[in-house]
């Protein structure tokens, strides 16, 4: 499984971004998806998730409301848009596949990473 994550940037307070997971394999359509971040010195935490199906999201609570992760299965890739950005969102972000099986709110599910994206939010 390869995932290559992109759309990343220097935005201003309030803007938006739309990161983008492209995801090779023919185990996509059977897998839960998630999105997880690394701010400058702290830990990798997680942003969002969504189930196989797309019909099940799951959001930090810092995201919620702000947030919105989605799929398109017909091109394998998965979507993390991102409105009204805070300074507090700058991390370099990653998109993830889990294990499978437990749950998407802990990091050590993922056992699949792409190479992440920066995402830079100024006050």
């Known amino acids: 499984v390869q995932l290559q994550a992109s759309g990343g940037g220097l935005v201003q307070a309030g803007d938006s971004l739309r990161l983008t997971c492209a995801v090779s394999?023919?185990?996509?359509?059977?897998?839960?998806m998630g999105w997880l971040r690394q701010a400058p010195g702290k830990e990798r935490e997680f942003v969002a998730g969504?189930?196989?199906?797309?019909?099940?999201?799951y959001y930090a609570d810092s995201v919620k409301g702000r947030f919105t992760i989605s799929r398109d299965d017909a091109k394998n890739t998965v979507y993390l848009q991102m409105n009204n950005l805070k300074p507090e969102d700058t991390a370099v972000y990653y998109c993830?596949?889990?294990?499978?099986?437990?749950?998407?709110?802990?990091?050590?599910?993922?056992?699949?990473w792409g190479q992440g994206t920066l995402v830079t939010v100024s006050s």
């Open positions: 993830a596949k889990p294990r499978g099986g437990g749950s998407l709110y802990s990091t050590r599910e993922y056992i699949y």
């Open positions: 394999g023919r185990a996509f359509r059977s897998s839960d």
């Open positions: 969504i189930n196989r199906s797309g019909g099940s999201t």
